[in-house]
């Protein structure tokens, strides 16, 4: 059985650093091809796609959150982080990790239940 | 980046009826990468399909895809109760990956 979840602060101050991690089981990021991914989906909006790192350390990133975000992954312990620089109130969403069936197919077929984030003073 | 435009945003249907909502790439896109995801309310979201067409596993075939280049269609075919949710299609076939921003199927 294939399981994600997300974890890490509800609240965060603005300008703060936010750092998630996603705790998986019934898949290894060993695996070639593998990959998990972080997605986040604002309150009453739609889902933006984040960033994503592969079995081999591959990471991709989305072009507008580039400078603020890093993502690693510490297979060993069946995990992946999200680390999301100097926080802002536009920030406050749901954060969802997801498993990316293939680097050449990158669907997200398994989803955590997500973690809400809210970022205020 | 690829945007995919959603239509409608809403539709209003009664159970039993049929859906079809639409998705619609600014590039051509191969039909090999594009996915339909379902939302209930408080849920993340369900894969429903991969490759524009192929059922992921457990959706039950009232769910169908079809499409191609720029335009997607997700159909739903005998509406249940719970398929009131929102709809979201993406493209994988560029980094970043981009999603719609939905079409909700409300009972009518």
């Known amino acids: 059985q294939i399981t994600l979840k997300e974890s890490g602060p509800t609240l965060v101050k603005p300008t703060q650093t936010l750092t998630l991690t996603c705790t998986f089981s019934?898949?290894?990021?060993?695996?070639?091809?593998?990959?998990v991914g972080w997605i986040r989906q604002p309150p009453g909006k739609a889902l933006e796609w984040l960033a994503l790192?592969?079995?081999?350390?591959?990471?991709r990133y989305s072009p507008s959150l580039m400078s603020r975000l890093t993502i690693f992954k510490d297979a060993s312990r069946s995990q992946v982080v999200l680390i999301m620089t100097n926080m802002d109130p536009v920030d406050t969403a749901a954060y969802y990790c997801?498993?990316?069936?293939?680097?050449?197919?990158?669907?997200?077929?398994?989803w955590g239940p997500g973690s809400l984030v809210t970022v205020s003073s | 980046e690829i945007v995919l435009t959603q239509s409608p945003g809403t539709l209003s249907l009664s159970p039993g009826e049929r859906a079809t909502l639409s998705c619609r790439a600014s590039?051509?896109?191969?039909?090999?990468?594009l996915a339909w995801y379902q939302q209930e309310p408080g849920q993340a979201p369900r894969l429903l399909l991969y490759?524009?067409?192929s059922r992921a596993t457990g959706i039950p075939d009232r769910f169908s895809g079809s499409g191609s280049g720029t335009d997607f269609t997700l159909t739903i075919n005998r509406l249940e109760p719970e398929d009131f949710a929102v709809y979201y299609c993406?493209?994988?076939?560029?980094?970043?990956?981009?999603f719609g921003q939905g079409t909700k199927v409300e009972i009518k």
């Open positions: 997801a498993r990316a069936f293939h680097r050449n197919d990158p669907y997200f077929d398994y």
């Open positions: 019934g898949f290894s990021l060993t695996t070639p091809g593998l990959g």
């Open positions: 790192i592969y079995w081999d350390d591959d990471k």
């Open positions: 590039q051509s896109i191969s039909s090999r990468y």
């Open positions: 490759g524009a067409s």
């Open positions: 993406q493209q994988y076939a560029t980094s970043p990956a981009t």
